[in-house]
């Protein structure tokens, strides 16, 4: 049982540049969601969804685009990279959306130049 | 008030010593609380819930005070391998609903 599958593990980027951070879970979990994790900070919301078709803004949605075709997998992408958008990048699942515990992957460290 | 607060620590103590933390929580509605440990450089894993009338598990008891909305987290004989940050998560709404809320963590050092 593979959990929370996050790639790529690691990833530098020039200011511009897109990407999109994958995230797939095993579990048959309805919600997913992306944090990002900064020094100081704790961990940050960024978008959810609740379920296939369904994705909504967290705390700090904005240069972050996300889409839930499918139960199993929750992309992230960064349209055009920016300095501040250097962080760890965590996705995670679970049955529901506020009363269950999360499972996390093991994260995608991003650095942006 | 910070919607989930705790102190940051660290909290440097030798094995075998008690710890207790303190996470306190701005929203009255939230109804869902969990203690999470994070070691450095890795992802945030549950280490347990925290119910009502309070829960242990082994060497962990966890405590909930619904009036002053403070949790509590108390390790007993600690270990050199509970050195982690804890993480303190609150629900946001009543119930299945509202996201959840992490705050930033207590850091926790045990010495030989």
């Known amino acids: 049982n593979a959990g929370v599958t996050q790639t790529p593990k690691f990833q530098v980027l020039k200011t511009g540049q897109s990407m999109t951070l994958q995230c797939a879970q095993d579990?048959?979990?309805?919600?997913m969601s992306w944090y990002r994790q900064d020094p100081g900070m704790g961990l940050r919301l960024i978008h959810y969804?609740?379920?296939?078709?369904?994705?909504d803004q967290g705390e700090v949605p904005n240069g972050y685009n996300v889409s839930r075709s499918t139960t199993e997998d929750f992309p992230l992408r960064l349209l055009s990279a920016a300095p501040s958008q250097t962080s760890v990048y965590f996705c995670?699942?679970?049955?529901?959306?506020?009363?269950?515990?999360?499972?996390f992957g093991d994260g995608t460290r991003l650095s942006i130049l | 008030r910070k919607e989930v607060e705790q102190d940051p620590g660290p909290f440097n103590v030798p094995e075998g010593a008690t710890v207790a933390f303190n996470c306190t929580y701005s929203?009255?509605?939230?109804?869902?609380f969990f203690w999470y440990r994070q070691d450095c450089r890795k992802e945030p894993k549950l280490l347990m819930s925290?119910?009502?009338s309070g829960n242990e598990d082994g060497r962990f008891t966890a405590q909930l005070n619904r009036a002053s909305q403070y949790i509590s987290l108390l390790i007993r004989d600690s270990k050199l391998s509970d050195s982690a940050t804890y993480l303190c998560?609150?629900?946001?709404?009543?119930?299945?609903?509202?996201?959840?809320?992490f705050g930033k963590g207590t850091k926790l050092s045990v010495k030989p």
């Open positions: 969804s609740v379920g296939a078709g369904i994705t």
């Open positions: 925290v119910y009502s």
């Open positions: 995670a699942s679970s049955y529901s959306l506020g009363n269950q515990p999360q499972h």
């Open positions: 998560v609150v629900n946001t709404g009543r119930g299945s609903q509202g996201n959840l809320i």
């Open positions: 929203n009255s509605a939230s109804q869902s």
């Open positions: 579990m048959n979990h309805e919600y």
